[in-house]
């Protein structure tokens, strides 16, 4: 059964400061989404990492994916007020690519 | 361009009664997803609808949970007899279901459906 597990689940942090969100997975996979949630808002799409290597950036965001590790990182550069949020993590099979499973989701607060 | 569009957005319920919540895909998008989000918590797969295929129930937490859809159209979510821990946001997101590694089947999200059982 596939597992996702993201870590911090809360991350509280200072303007300015860099920090990372870690997202491991149990089985094969060929991709890894990133989603934003605002509070009391449906799920927005960040990023689509497809392969091992693959290394995608958006403003301060970017993440990353080794699936040799079954691993994912988003890293945050110089936060801002703005990128408070939760952000999931969620990974498909390898052999089901509609079978997709989702991080219990890190809560962003960026502090001023 | 239109999104996921749910209806009701916010629906309180008494015990015991059923609910039926509606998810209108994206036009041409085949594959359908059901979630269920509970307070402060991660998203919890129900069900996925793809063409013409059987559903994947494997999700449902009980068989009070029940789901259909038309075609590659409306999707309704029916919980019979609630109880209060079906309280919960229910999402819905809809993708374009490819078979081959181009596709690579994003799911776009509605803003979902509060369900509140008293």
């Known amino acids: 059964e596939l597992k996702v597990e993201q870590n911090p689940l809360f991350l509280s942090m200072q303007e300015g400061k860099n920090y990372t969100i870690y997202c491991n997975y149990s089985t094969t996979s060929d991709r890894l989404y990133w989603y934003r949630q605002d509070p009391g808002k449906s799920l927005e799409s960040l990023f689509v990492?497809?392969?091992?290597?693959a290394v995608k950036q958006e403003g301060r965001l970017m993440a990353s994916l080794d699936t040799k590790a079954r691993l994912s990182t988003l890293h945050i550069t110089a936060a801002v007020h703005d990128l408070s949020a939760t952000y999931f993590c969620a990974v498909a099979t390898k052999y089901n690519n509609n079978d997709m499973r989702f991080g219990a989701g890190t809560r962003l607060t960026v502090k001023p | 361009g239109a999104g996921v569009s749910q209806s009701p957005s916010n629906k309180v319920t008494e015990k015991g009664k059923d609910v039926e919540l509606r998810c209108d895909p994206i036009?041409?998008?085949?594959?359908l997803y059901w979630y269920r989000q509970r307070l402060g918590q991660g998203l919890e797969f129900l069900i996925y609808?793809?063409?013409?295929?059987?559903?994947?129930k494997s999700g449902l937490p009980s068989d009070r949970f029940s789901a259909e859809r038309t075609g590659e159209s409306v999707s309704t979510l029916t919980i019979q007899r609630t109880q209060q821990e079906d309280s919960a946001v229910y999402l819905c997101?809809?993708?374009?279901?490819?078979?081959?590694?181009?596709?690579?089947?994003?799911?776009?999200f509605g803003p979902g459906t509060r369900l509140t059982v008293l």
């Open positions: 997101a809809s993708s374009l279901a490819g078979i081959d590694r181009v596709s690579y089947n994003e799911q776009f």
């Open positions: 036009s041409g998008h085949t594959a």
């Open positions: 609808f793809q063409g013409n295929s059987a559903p994947d």
């Open positions: 990492l497809l392969s091992n290597g």
